[in-house]
T-cell receptor
Framework: RKEVEQDPGPFNVPEGATVAFNCTYS??????FFWYRQDCRKEPKLLMS???SGNEDGRFTAQLNRASQYISLLIRDSKLSDSATYLC????????????FGSGTRLQVQP | DTEVTQTPKHLVMGMTNKKSLKCEQH?????MYWYKQKAKKPPELMFV???????INESVPSRFSPECPNSSLLNLHLHALQPEDSALYLC??????????????FGSGTRLTVV
């Protein structure tokens, strides 16, 4: 089983749609969770950290479910500029200071 | 300054060349990282430096040699690379004891082509 798993997509949605991505992780002791966004041929950029109680930043909502070991990202009112690959990132190994990236979910928002 | 600066942005090198990638940050971060990313794949960890000491080497071939001369600089020395080493090399940094809150800041990467 991979340490961090994501549906690779692509998710093709119209502008204004709501879209949700899930990510599962294998290490129940993981403490740090993030969503990064990566545009084509660019570096990953932090979109948001994911907190235990869930958190929201504008149109973006992140949730953590420790019991089922998954995190989610909800994007409301999708914009064309949201088209990118969304990477789920976890500190997947206990005692190791390093983040592990999921393979990413590609989102294409269409006019 | 909230940036991680990587140079060069693009590099083409032959298999017998020696070259170096450079990474610099002035955010006071004491953890720095090298990741390698192939097309349509996620970044893969290569090395981690913590307080200028190498703390993780992900069994990277010795043709890649990292160096952390001070808390702001991270180098990756390349020698006798293979064409399959062509990739985007990403440097990142983080606050040593707060990366669980703030994650990593990435540089824009060096796109390396080995011919």
């Amino acid at each position: 089983r991979k340490e961090v798993e994501q549906d690779p997509g692509p998710f093709n949605v119209p502008e204004g749609a709501t879209v949700a991505f899930n990510c599962t992780y294998s290490n129940s002791a993981s403490q740090s969770f993030f969503w990064y966004r990566q545009d084509c041929r660019k570096e990953p950029k932090l979109l948001m950290s994911v907190y235990s109680s869930g958190n929201e930043d504008g149109r973006f909502t992140a949730q953590l479910n420790r019991a089922s070991q998954y995190i989610s990202l909800l994007i409301r009112d999708s914009k064309l500029s949201d088209s990118a690959t969304y990477l789920c990132v976890v500190n997947a190994e206990t005692g190791r200071r390093a983040l592990t990236f999921g393979s990413g979910t590609r989102l294409q928002v269409q006019p | 300054d909230t940036e991680v600066t990587q140079t060069p942005k693009h590099l083409v090198m032959g298999m017998t060349n020696k070259k170096s990638l450079k990474c610099e940050q002035h955010m006071g971060h004491r953890a720095m990282y090298w990741y390698k990313q192939k097309a349509k794949k996620p970044p893969e960890l290569m090395f981690v430096y913590s307080y200028e000491k190498l703390s993780i080497n992900e069994s990277v071939p010795s043709r890649f040699s990292p160096e952390c001369p001070n808390s702001s600089l991270l180098n990756l020395h390349l020698h006798a690379l293979q064409p399959e080493d062509s990739a985007l090399y990403l440097c990142a940094s983080s606050q040593q004891d707060r990366d669980y809150l703030y994650g990593y800041t990435f540089g824009s990467g060096t796109r390396l082509t080995v011919v």
